[in-house]
């Protein structure tokens, strides 16, 4: 069958969300409760789900995501159509060697949070540090549900998939952020890099590339 993403970039939009109390527990570093009603202090779980609440009004998740043949493995990098110099580096030569195919991702989830999150900084700093939180793992929620998409396209024509690695981990540097997001033309969900420090705006945004590996 055809590859849908091969042919240009495919763009998600208002991706549906649910925010997991645990999933945001971790985030914040609280190990032992399983949900809001676990923990020992009432304020606590009250300006924990404060946040969460508001963030339910804030988010609002976007994503593109293009897949491209790959056509040459180098001991350096992998070179796909479209981009000689974008997946550099020893681990992902690893990662795609045996790869047919790769699929570049990006995600966000909408300007709304991060915004908030800034005004609070300058008026309560504890609920700023809260909706960060909150925030910052919906980043990575959004990119597990791009990541299942791309999953069923890679499946469904007849291929396994990688595991997803993101830009600026390893030695897969985020100079390269720019260059991956021209090539899922991410301008159609409003995301760009800051020009020095090649950080996502807006920020919880997340990157990555997923290989199409032969069976």
């Known amino acids: 069958m055809p590859i849908r993403s091969l042919a240009g970039a495919v763009v998600l939009r208002n991706i549906p969300f649910t925010i997991d109390e645990k999933k945001v527990l971790r985030e914040l570093r609280i190990p032992k409760a399983g949900s809001l009603a676990e923990l020992d202090s009432a304020v606590l779980s009250r300006d924990i789900k404060k946040a969460i609440d508001l963030a339910y ?58 915004a908030r999150v800034e005004a609070l900084s300058a008026e309560n700093l504890a609920e700023a540090f809260y909706l960060e939180r909150v925030g910052t793992w919906m980043a990575d929620y959004m990119a597990d549900a791009v990541d299942r998409v791309v999953e069923s396209e890679i499946v469904k024509n007849g291929y396994e998939r990688t595991f997803r690695y993101a830009c600026g981990y390893g030695d897969w540097a ?42």
């Open 174 to 215: 985020l100079s390269h952020q720019p260059e991956l997001l021209r090539l899922v033309e991410a301008e159609k969900i409003g995301l760009t890099t800051m020009p020095e420090s090649h950080i996502m705006i807006p920020r919880m945004a997340v990157s990555a590339v997923i290989g199409w590996k032969r069976r």
């Open 57 to 114: 009004s804030l988010i609002r998740g976007q994503a593109c995501y293009r897949t491209f043949r790959i056509t040459e493995v180098r001991p350096d990098r992998i070179v796909i159509e479209g981009s000689e110099a974008l997946l550099a580096g020893s681990n992902m030569v690893k990662l795609l060697a045996d790869c047919d195919y790769a699929t570049l991702m990006a995600c966000h989830i909408g300007e709304a949070l991060p």
